[in-house]
């Protein structure tokens, strides 16, 4: 806030009225409903003491559950990487019937209340829903399990990937291809040395873009979970879990280090990106 | 050059688009269907049932009371945010923009547990509201709070890029024509920039009446008072009321499926205006 | 009238505009030319009131109108790219100046409707009414902007590349159409080109203008037979720059009196192609040897090899080719009809 309150008369002139009010609405607005109580999240943190922080930290069932949300997470974007490439190439390259039907139900998963998706994901994958009961046999369980929190995952983040990739395909040379092809590339060969350079820095934008949003991720995966303190337990759960145990500051703690490694990681990826254009040149 | 060089045999093609097909089907159809044919799974007079009940009601009166507060408070952010971050130039504006997107990448029940911090009886401000016979947390205005949270960048985000492509020359003819600062925005800004805006508002408004995570822990699930659409489902399945849980979801789903026909529509008609958001 | 006393203008540490002075008389259509980056866009923002200017003092119709803004400058204003509104029909674009008028002030519905018919008359665009921007040529677009500006009958015009943005063609005619418009309405107006011809051929008179300064201003002929510095003499029509030394008031090239100089050093020599006379070997001449010929349609240009290995071009009409039988090898004598020699090292 005092980053921007002091940048604030550093602007160049222009006729067009109404940049005070403007910017002064943004800022109080920005400041009131994100700013603020963000605030108030680092106030309480900076308030535990070590020994909160170590007892908390250290607890097998936080561990447990910070571990199941990141590494679901990051199950759940590879396999979103892998299959949102597909789709998004599909819907790019191959004209088929009703491509633009599917093309706008990519975005479901933006729409639909994750509660919704939730209630809908655990009964076609319990034991006895549709899809439950044909893996059942196979010895393969989904629903109250860790796998089920994955798949909720998967679900959650298909459209970062796939509408991130999209566009980049699109524009893709097709002259590029030929050149390759004319200098006696096959086809895979042209797929993994041309093609999938150029679309890489958008995959990995919409990897870790689908990847924040499936390690806060909450109502889809609590239903399909079973929250079994200590497997299928995931972070966002238990900080409601103690918050209803009016325990603030082990709320607090969890999620301070969930935002934590969430912006390192976002940053990271940020920086890599730019790391990658400038090693480009453009 | 033969056509083939730069294109897949056909079983390759047909290959991976039933693959892609196929992986769809079980992710996005799959669970649209199950949550239709649950609701109908006892009939349509059970699903008519389920509907009716008191809770229900006042669900659905709660969850259009706060998409109708909050989006309209989102909306004049945006068109204020996008004005002064297109039209101007100042030092901090890709800060600024990052802010507005941060509501993205915080977890919805972090959300709702700044909130809690912050006005909850052990939060920050608790001990005033307390005295002051103001309740925020557990109560309608920390739902309204939690929900224009999240969506707080919807609108800008759709704004701020398509102003910027649109440039200031339009509002610079219209003040030379003697126009002044509102009536230039209010007669050549906002129309240039009213799909984008319906745009924002509708996956604004998808997710004010859609969020679970955050309002979920603001609201305290009081039935009939602090429940919204998404957290009543959430009771009634808990309650083993699967028909009344799949069926006020399926008014969630019809919701998120004319949402995404509207879009589409937006996006197919007025492909040109969306493009600067990336669409 | 117009007057702009010392203005300056500064973009961080850019100097878009350094002390610039200038008058125009009520009536005249003037071109402000010079490359990108000369100002002379700026000064023309100025004078709209959508810059401000960090120092000096604009006039308009002998009223101080530097603090003024836009809305209450009255000006018309066409903008390089039109900035139509693209969601207005083309007459509700020309009738938006009277439209947002305030009270007394905004004619009667029956009155802009009215107006906005003769506008399009006078824009030649009739049939054009109901159509929005994107349904429009260019040249099209133009004209709206054009009736636009005008329908809030400014006291000044000013246009900002007014023909930049289309194709050859169209920019010729619509060149000719602007002057007789300028000529029936007798508004003054300012336009800025970095087009010479353009520039010569619509207006009244042509200010140079270089890196924020004014170089020079004068009619067009003046600016073309008589240009005041070397820069003038570059940006305007095609010119051989002969490196000289000026010695005793003459300037020598290898030894070939080319003109005259005011100071003693070194100088470089200014000759059109077309002061170059190309002439029969005759001993009392200079000669020079033919390197090259291309015909361009009606003129002949020559690259010629003065004693010393100064190459100049020359410009002359087919006959006098055919006649002096001219091709590469040949030799011949040059008189040069007018040259105009700076001293000092690089100008």
């Known amino acids: 806030m005092a980053v921007l309150a002091l940048s604030l008369p550093r602007r160049a002139p222009s006729v067009i009225p109404g940049f005070g009010p403007t910017l002064g609405f943004t800022l109080a607005y920005l400041s009131l409903i994100v700013l603020l109580p963000l605030a108030a999240l680092v106030i309480k943190a900076a308030g535990t003491t070590l020994e909160q922080w170590t007892a908390i930290l250290s607890d097998p069932r936080v561990l447990s559950a910070l571990g199941l949300s990141f590494g679901g997470a990051l199950a759940a974007a590879l396999i979103n990487a892998v299959f949102g490439l597909l789709v998004a190439w599909v819907l790019v390259r191959y004209p088929f019937p009703g491509r633009r039907l599917v093309d706008a139900a990519i975005d479901l998963p933006f729409a639909l209340p994750t509660a919704v998706a939730g209630i809908a994901l655990t009964a076609l994958y319990a034991p006895n829903g549709w899809l439950g009961r044909l893996l059942e046999p196979l010895g393969v369980k989904v629903a109250f399990t860790p796998l089920g929190v994955v798949v909720a995952m998967v679900f959650i983040g298909l459209p970062f990937v796939v509408r991130t990739v999209e566009p980049v395909l699109h524009d893709v040379d097709l002259e590029l291809e030929e050149a390759a092809a004319s200098l006696g590339a096959d086809r895979l060969q042209t797929f993994l040395r041309v093609i999938l350079p150029a679309v890489l820095p958008s995959l990995l934008t919409g990897f870790s873009l689908a990847l924040a949003r499936a390690v806060g991720e909450y109502g889809s995966v609590i239903f399909i979970a079973g929250n079994l303190p200590g497997v299928s337990e995931i972070a966002p759960l238990l900080i409601v879990t103690k918050l209803e145990q009016y325990d603030y500051v082990g709320a607090t703690a969890i999620a301070t280090v969930m935002l934590a490694i969430s912006f390192t990681l976002l940053l990271a990826v940020n920086l890599l990106q730019k790391w990658r254009r400038a090693q480009m040149g453009g | ?279 | 009238m117009i007057e702009v006393e010392n203005v300056s203008k500064r973009f961080g540490n850019f100097a878009a505009l350094d002390q610039v002075s200038l008058r125009v008389a009520q009536g005249k259509l003037v071109a402000l030319l010079g490359p990108s980056g000369s100002g002379k866009t700026t000064l023309l923002r100025i004078l709209a009131g959508l810059e401000q200017p960090d120092d000096g003092r604009i006039r308009l119709g002998g009223i101080d109108a530097t603090g003024l803004g836009t809305r209450d400058r009255k000006v018309g204003f066409v903008f390089q790219h039109y900035a139509l509104f693209r969601h207005m029909t083309v007459a509700e674009n020309i009738a938006f100046g009277l439209k947002v008028r305030k009270g007394a002030n905004r004619p009667s519905k029956a009155a802009i409707t009215e107006k906005v018919h003769t506008l399009l008359e006078l824009v030649q665009l009739e049939g054009l009414a109901g159509r929005y921007p994107s349904q429009l040529s260019g040249g099209q677009r133009q004209r709206v902007a054009l009736a636009r500006a005008l329908a809030v009958e400014p006291r000044l015009l000013l246009l900002d590349e007014p023909f930049g943005a289309l194709d050859a063609q169209v920019r010729k005619d619509l060149r000719r159409w602007l002057r007789h418009l300028h000529d029936e309405m007798g508004l003054t107006g300012v336009f800025v080109t970095h087009d010479q011809e353009e520039a010569l051929e619509v207006a009244d008179e042509v200010v140079v203008m270089n890196k924020g300064r004014i170089e020079q201003i004068g009619t067009p002929a003046e600016i073309y037979d008589s240009p005041a510095t070397p820069f003038v003499y570059r940006f305007l029509g095609n010119v051989n720059a002969v490196a000289c030394r000026v010695a005793g008031g003459q300037a020598q090239v290898g030894g070939l009196h080319i003109g005259e100089g005011r100071a003693d050093g070194p100088g470089t020599a200014f000759i059109r192609p077309h002061d170059v006379e190309v002439l029969e070997l005759s001993p009392d001449l200079p000669q020079a040897r033919v390197r090259q010929v291309v015909v361009l349609g009606p003129v002949v240009r020559a690259e010629l090899e003065l004693a010393g290995g100064v190459t100049v071009e020359a410009e002359l009409s087919r006959d006098i080719k055919d006649k002096l039988g001219l091709r590469r090898g040949l030799e011949v004598s040059v008189f040069l009809r007018k040259a105009r020699v700076f001293v000092g090292e690089n100008v």
């Not at chain 2, 024509?177 to 996956?203: C, D, I, K, M, Q």
Request: aromatic residues 10%; proline residues 4%; contains cysteine.
């Open chain 2, 1 to 279: 050059m033969s056509a083939s060089s730069t294109r897949e045999t056909p079983p390759v093609r047909w290959g991976l688009t039933l693959l892609a097909l196929a992986f769809l089907a079980l992710f996005l159809v799959a669970p649209l269907v199950a949550v239709l044919a649950e609701a109908f799974a006892k009939g349509w007079d059970a699903y008519v049932r389920a509907l009716s009940g008191d809770d229900t009601w006042s669900s659905i009166r709660l969850t259009l009371i706060v998409a109708a507060i909050s989006v309209p408070l989102n909306v004049a952010f945006g068109l204020a945010a996008s004005w002064a971050v297109a039209k101007f130039d100042f030092s901090g504006k890709s800060l600024l923009v990052s802010l507005i997107e941060l509501p993205f990448s915080v977890s919805p029940v972090i959300s709702g547990l700044i909130y809690v911090l912050l006005f909850g009886l052990q939060g920050l401000l608790g001990p005033w509201l307390a005295e002051n016979d103001l309740k925020v947390i557990f109560a309608v205005p920390g739902i309204v709070l939690a929900t224009v949270f999240v969506t707080f960048p919807f609108v800008a985000r759709e704004l701020i890029p398509l102003m910027e492509e649109q440039g200031r020359e339009e509002e610079e003819a219209a003040l030379t024509l003697g126009a002044s600062g509102l009536a230039a925005f209010w007669l050549v800004t906002l129309p240039n920039v009213r799909w984008g805006l319906l745009y924002g508002v509708l996956l604004c408004n998808a997710r004010a009446m859609g969020e679970f995570g955050a309002v979920s822990v603001v609201s305290g699930h009081i039935r009939g008072l602090t429940n919204t659409m998404p957290l009543h489902v959430e009771i009634l399945y808990n309650e083993y009321d699967f028909v009344g849980a799949f069926a006020v979801a399926s008014l969630l789903a019809v919701l998120a499926l004319v949402t995404l026909a509207v879009k589409s529509a937006l996006e197919w008609w007025h492909r040109d205006e969306l493009a600067a958001a990336g669409h």
